[in-house]
């Protein structure tokens, strides 16, 4: 049904977006040639009238998605009515009529007034009853010809006759019809000068009509005279076999067709030749001022024929899908030229949540979204409201699909929205995909026309937004540092991860390093030293060498320097557990050098931390971004006695090995206590980080310093 659908649109969008050719009014054809054969005329009557065109195309396009005829060949014959023939010869032969047989073999010998109870013999009756229900199928098809052919190979050459009586009178060597330049036919060809067609066709059709309201004939039959002449009278007829919704269509289609056209060919037969005889020839041809009469007429027959279609909205079928069906709903409202209203009604659906438990949902929104990309791919007028609904519920279905190499294309039709729809996209894949995967699906942005950037950018700020409404804010008491920290949780890593959207290009770097300082100030609010040092890890080198925005810059800088002097602490203290008592005197000594020059780098990385407003910034900065500050102030409280005190702490530990490192303990006291760098202001009353366990700490290395003898507690800042 989605494919003939598909092809009711294209046929009728194809006649509706293209400029109708020109072509000569009936009146002026018979102005200039009273000859001129009927199906010339029928030609210009229907290039005279738009709807016209479009239910013929209609008509054809049913013709075409009828059912094949060929499952319903009855199969040759040995003859005409045979075993009927056979017994009747052999009735005259023994002076004994078969009971309940017809006597005569003329093709009216069943339908007579005075045989009604005469008929044929069973095989001839069931063959008879085939032929019939294959000519309607062919019919139904538009296979006339093909209906011919059977009544020929039938036996029934008189029938083949009445079927061929359907065509209209061509005659093309006295038509003064326009030949396009792709026409086969050569004028002084032989089937150019032959005619061809019913030159009594109204006649013909007269007899149609009696046949198709003849009771003594079978309803198919009866069927089959009335879709060869469909009229309103016969409609009932033709209406009786119609088992499909489309048998109704297709019963309403032709009835209307040949409605159009008999009205059109009697508004002009007195000036035409076939019509009416010399009649024309006598009173000549000229046009009668019968124009608005005529267009008063038309608009009456279109506004039937609309009401005609309307009314197949809930007419009641006998097989197949129902008249509410999706697509049945689609090809009215295609044949009805009200594709906006059927956008407009779907989508409305889609925001009440009508069609969601629908075992269709997901076909219906995929064809519905793809005929909102038609329409807007040939120009033709689309709700821009209804189209980003239709667009976003076909995107959830992609998205529940799993097919996700086909949402960048889909998003890229919503206009002003793709943008941030495409990004929520790439949002949702959280932790789902790798790095390559996420390449990858931001590459399909540029693929489909996005703006690439803007998608990486949105992303990272959505997946930022998203883990920051799980993760606990960075308040309350300060955390304490641990060497072993529990690895990342999901919402932790999902943070981590987001800067990969802003890494994946260059231009988007100044938005990556800005990100990049958000999230290390959450993680390092939170004492989680590790990740963010992951965090860091993952980030392209070149993000080192940014100088603009200022600010930014400066505060990612000094992050880094953070974590060289965190990692010059770390490796001290496994150079310290490399100590082995079993050690000879040269390995000692190595030992003892790598130590030794160790603890000074780390003590110099320290000193120049704590001496050069880390994380301070100016105070114009701090005015404006109050939550920023706050953050760097926490970070500060954290990292500053953390620093100091277990700087302090290796120092006096390796004094035995290194006697030089009490005096150097001491000696950062004096960083500490400088009013220039204000270090004390980032101890804080909680235990652990308060300044007087600092100065706790302090005391025992001046009391060590007395170790050595004598009573001058500064003494060890002179012997060195």
Not at 578 to 590: D, G, I, S, V
Request: net charge negative; aromatic share 8%.
């Amino acid at each position: 049904m989605e494919s003939d659908t598909w092809a009711l649109l294209q046929s009728l969008m194809s006649l509706r977006k293209t400029t109708p050719p020109e072509y000569p009014h009936p009146r002026e054809l018979l102005a200039s040639n009273p000859y001129t054969p009927p199906a010339t005329l029928a030609q210009s009557i229907m290039h005279s009238s738009p709807l016209l065109s479009e239910l013929v195309v209609v008509r054809e396009w049913l013709h075409d998605s009828a059912p094949s005829p060929v499952a319903l060949d009855p199969g040759a014959t040995n003859g005409y009515w045979r075993f009927t023939r056979n017994a009747v010869l052999q009735g005259k032969r023994t002076g004994r009529t078969g009971t309940g047989l017809v006597s005569e073999l003329d093709p009216d010998a069943v339908n007579r007034d005075n045989v009604e109870e005469k008929g044929l013999a069973p095989d001839d009756a069931a063959y008879e009853k085939a032929v019939l229900q294959a000519l309607y199928a062919h019919v139904r098809a538009g296979q006339l010809e093909e209906a011919v052919d059977l009544c020929r190979k039938a036996n029934q050459p008189w029938r083949a006759a009445s079927i061929r009586g359907a065509l209209l009178f061509q005659w093309r060597a006295i038509a003064n019809e326009p030949i396009g330049v792709d026409a086969m036919v050569d004028e002084d060809s032989e089937e150019s000068q032959q005619w061809r067609g019913n030159v009594r066709r109204r006649l013909w059709k007269k007899i149609c009509s009696q046949a198709a309201l003849s009771n003594a004939l079978s309803p198919t039959e009866r069927a089959l005279y009335a879709a060869l002449a469909p009229t309103p009278q016969t409609s009932l007829s033709l209406k009786a076999v119609a088992r499909t919704w489309e048998d109704h269509l297709w019963a309403l289609v032709s009835l209307a067709c040949e409605e159009r056209l008999s009205v059109g060919l009697s508004a002009i037969e007195r000036e035409c030749f076939w019509e009416n005889g010399l009649g024309a020839l006598e009173s000549g041809a000229a046009v009668l001022a019968v124009g608005t009469r005529e267009e008063e007429a038309d608009e009456e027959w279109e506004h039937e024929v609309v009401q005609a279609l309307e009314s197949l909205s809930s007419v009641q079928v006998a097989e197949g899908a129902p008249a509410d069906n999706p697509y049945h709903v689609s090809q009215l409202h295609i044949i009805l030229d009200r594709t906006d209203a059927l956008l407009e009604a779907f989508a409305s659906g889609l925001q009440e949540g009508t069609y969601v438990s629908s075992p269709e949902y997901t076909t219906m929104t995929r064809f519905f979204a793809h005929l909102c990309l038609f329409l807007q791919m040939i120009d033709m007028p689309v709700s821009p409201f209804a189209t980003q609904i239709i667009l976003e519920a076909y995107l959830q279905v992609l998205e529940a699909a799993g097919q996700r190499d086909l949402i960048a294309m889909y998003a890229g039709a919503l206009g002003d929205n793709a943008v941030e729809r495409y990004a929520l996209f790439l949002t949702s894949l959280e932790l789902s995909a790798d790095i390559n995967e996420r390449r990858l699906a931001l590459t399909r942005a540029r693929e489909h026309g996005l703006d690439i950037e803007r998608v990486a950018i949105v992303t990272a700020e959505r997946t930022i937004e998203k883990a920051f409404t799980i993760l606990p804010p960075a308040k309350g008491p300060l955390p304490f540092v641990t060497a072993m920290e529990p690895p990342p949780n999901g919402p932790e890593w999902l943070l981590v991860r987001s800067i990969e959207w802003t890494t994946f290009l260059e231009s988007t770097y100044d938005t990556a390093l800005e990100q990049t300082n958000v999230i290390l100030r959450y993680f390092l609010g939170h004492g989680r030293v590790q990740v963010a040092k992951s965090l860091l890890d993952m980030l392209p080198p070149e993000l080192g060498t940014l100088r603009e925005p200022e600010e930014e810059a400066t505060e990612y800088m000094h992050y880094r320097q953070f974590f060289g002097v965190w990692d010059a602490l770390a490796r001290v203290a496994e150079c310290e557990a490399l100590e082995q008592p079993q050690m000879n005197k040269e390995t000692r000594a190595a030992w003892l050098s790598d130590y030794k020059m160790l603890i000074e780098q780390a003590r110099e990385q320290v000193v120049k931390l704590l001496t050069t407003d880390w994380l301070l910034g100016d105070a114009e900065s701090r005015a404006n971004n109050a939550k920023r500050q706050r953050d760097l102030t926490r970070i500060r409280q954290i990292f500053i006695p953390e620093l100091i005190i277990r700087l302090h702490a290796t120092l006096v530990n390796s004094r035995g090995r290194i006697s030089e490192n009490l005096k150097h303990a001491l000696d950062l006291v004096n960083v500490v206590a400088d009013s220039r760098y204000r270090l004390y202001d980032d101890f804080s009353a909680q235990a652990g980080r308060r300044l007087g366990d600092y100065l706790g700490a302090v005391r025992q290395a001046v009391l060590a310093g007395l170790e050595g003898g004598g009573s001058d507690p500064f003494r060890i800042l002179t012997v060195y």
